[in-house]
């Protein structure tokens, strides 16, 4: 397991100017920031003046740093009434907690007991709630002046490397995770934090590598068994993946990330019954809103999978209207957006999408972050289905729209959304060229993966697109785009080599 989670909403806590920039410049801008650190700190600062604050605050972090997730969570916020002026403890409640009213609250008490904070603190309160708001530029800088300051502190250079991966820098983030381990390379959860991101990148034999010096730090934790079988899975190693999420099962039952990991291997294994089974054990055990709905969003797919759409489409709206019970409009929004993908009559898909926007301007607690996060893989979907069905119209004001969100925030998931989009409607004007260049930025979706395989065979680039169809062969990620698009494509690999 990762930890990825990051946003909330509100003004703006310091004087950093907001600015715009492309992804290619924002990777420039945090790399030369990153590599020049100037004074040096030994530990992460903390301010309070509360024993007891302290010692649940420094719980937590030991817990986090196992990823017992709910634990660490549980010990800060006890860390934030002991003491209510403790900004970092707010801070990271902001950052890490995947309640959104949580977020929101949090990021507004970290924000307001700022001036009770040290040096350190208050860059990482400036950098945790700009970005909350979607303020890339200044977010950026907060962070990258605490890592100059202070370079020795390992908990500063793991917490900007999870917020790099949640922006899919893996590269850069391995940079940070990697002055962790060389700061203390007894510091675990670096090693496999590290792992998944040589895995994102396809170098299993780094990740496994890196892996198992985090299981060999932490024999005893169930984690280290949920990450290698995270990352087996990835690696389409699946027989491999099932024993180690029972593994973890065996030394924690509660580790409920592996009872849904169990899911998600047995719906790309192709059992979706078993799946179903899986998932409805994790929702069970779900111990927040938020992760029986999402569990729920999971399950729902295995539908598509069969392709069973009646079923798909009522379990949809059942996590739909769950979220909605629970006034989680992202994963409400999330799912009428899923629910369109497989969709084979394009007004109904078009009504869905709507219907998913519509969500994202209701009034629910959600972060700026999540809520622009979320609106650009709908525009991006919007997109591509009416590329797909012919309206170009339709096509041009979603890309028009998706711009003039990118142009205002400069996050990952954002800017490779607009890359998908670009290159959907550079394909259907036959500018290949032009389009391989914006696919290529979304490699990590599966259509736009689909229609790279076609800019490449187009433009005679024959190596290239082998090189991308057996990428997209084994892809092996439990999203809906992944149900729809990667077994047919198989299909047809395997119809195309029958022929031959």
């Known amino acids: 397991m990762q930890v990825l989670a990051f946003g909330c909403k509100g003004r703006a806590p310091c004087q950093f100017k907001q600015t715009t920039m492309r992804k290619s410049q924002l990777l420039v801008f ?15 600062e903390i301010t309070t003046h509360s024993s007891s604050a302290r010692a649940a605050f420094n719980d937590g972090l030991s817990k986090m740093e196992t990823l017992h997730w709910e634990p660490a969570l ?23 907690s995947r309640d959104p009213a949580e977020q929101v609250a949090e990021r507004d008490r970290a924000l307001a007991s700022r001036k009770s904070a040290g040096p350190e603190e208050q860059f990482i309160v400036d950098w945790v709630v700009n970005a909350s708001q979607s303020h890339w530029v200044p977010a950026i800088q907060a962070m990258n002046e605490a890592l100059r300051q202070y370079p020795r502190d390992k908990h500063l250079a793991w917490l900007a490397g999870l917020w790099l991966t949640n922006q899919r820098q893996s590269e850069h983030a391995i940079r940070l995770f990697e002055r962790a381990t060389k700061i203390d390379p007894k510091f675990a959860d670096p090693w496999n934090q590290a792992a998944y991101c040589y895995a994102r990148l396809r170098n299993y034999d780094k990740a496994f590598t890196y892996m198992k010096r985090y299981s060999e730090l932490l024999p005893h934790e169930a984690n280290p068994q949920d990450s290698l079988a995270e990352i087996s899975r990835m690696a389409g190693r699946f027989d491999d993946a099932l024993k180690y999420y029972h593994a973890s099962l065996k030394i924690d039952p509660a580790f409920i990330e592996s009872q849904a990991g169990l899911g998600d291997t047995y719906a790309l294994m192709g059992d979706q019954a078993r799946a179903r089974a899986e998932y409805a054990v994790a929702i069970a055990k779900a111990t927040t809103r938020v992760q029986s709905v999402a569990f729920a969003l999971q399950s729902a797919a295995t539908y598509a999978r069969e392709q069973d759409f009646k079923q798909a489409d009522a379990a949809y709206q059942e996590a739909a209207q769950q979220a909605h019970a629970k006034n989680l409009g992202t994963l409400e929004a999330e799912a009428w957006r899923m629910m369109s993908v497989y969709q084979k009559d394009n007004a109904r898909a ?24 979320e609106l650009a893989l709908i525009l991006r979907t919007r997109a591509g289905r009416a590329v797909h069905d012919g309206s170009m119209p339709t096509a041009r004001a979603a890309l028009r729209q998706l711009k003039k969100l990118a142009a205002v925030n400069n996050s990952g998931q954002v800017q490779f959304a ?9 394909m259907a004007q036959g500018k290949y060229e032009q389009a391989i260049s914006n696919l290529a930025e979304d490699d990590k979706n599966p259509f736009s993966m689909q229609r790279l395989i076609v800019a490449y065979q187009k433009t005679g680039a024959r190596d290239a697109a082998a090189r991308m169809s057996q990428t997209l062969s084994r ?23 029958d022929k031959n």
Request: hydrophobic share 55%; glycine share 4%; proline share 4%.
């Open 30 to 44: 945090v790399y030369l920031l990153l590599v020049v650190p100037r004074v040096h700190a030994e530990s992460l």
């Open 74 to 96: 549980i010990s800060w916020r006890a860390a934030a009434k002991a003491d209510p002026d403790f900004a970092l403890a707010h801070a990271l409640l902001a950052m890490l």
């Open 350 to 373: 078009m009504a869905l999408l709507t219907k998913a926007e519509a969500v994202l301007h209701e009034k629910h607690e959600m972060s700026a972050t999540t809520r622009d996060q």
């Open 418 to 426: 607009l890359r998908g989009a670009e290159g959907a409607i550079l």
């Open 475 to 497: 892809y092996y990620e439990p999203t809906i785009e992944q149900a729809v698009v990667v077994p047919e494509f198989n299909k047809g690999m395997v119809a195309m080599k």
